[in-house]
């Protein structure tokens, strides 16, 4: 499966951007997916995640009612949302893909090349 997340870039604290990830080459609709992010000197870290038919979603405490994803199997498209965006969600988004629904990293086998998202205070 390859995956590829854009839709990032620069935005000031408080505003919107949706990113999104279009995956082929596999069975999209069978696979969990994941965002994740990184900040600069920081350790990647889990930010949500779906399941295959979209029907469960699990989200970090620091996004919670901030931000929301979402799929389209269709499209085998996965979106995040993100709202009411901080400075401190500066960082590299990655979209990831799983057998199951998941929060650690260790539990995805694929990954897109990143896209940054910086938010200015």
């Known amino acids: 499966v390859q995956l590829q997340a854009f839709g990032g870039g620069l935005v000031q604290a408080g505003g919107s951007l949706r990113l999104s990830c279009a995956a082929s080459g596999g069975t999209f609709s069978m696979y969990g997916m994941g965002w994740f992010r990184q900040a600069p000197g920081k350790g990647r870290e889990f930010v949500a995640a779906i399941s295959a038919s979209g029907s469960n979603t699990n989200y970090a405490d620091s996004v919670k009612g901030r931000f929301t994803i979402s799929r389209d199997n269709a499209k085998n498209t996965v979106y995040l949302q993100m709202n009411s965006l901080k400075p401190e969600d500066t960082a590299v988004y990655y979209c990831?893909?799983?057998?199951?629904?998941?929060?650690?990293?260790?539990?995805?086998?694929?990954w897109g090349q990143g896209t940054q998202v910086t938010v200015s205070s």
């Open positions: 990831a893909a799983s057998p199951v629904v998941a929060i650690s990293p260790l539990s995805y086998d694929y």
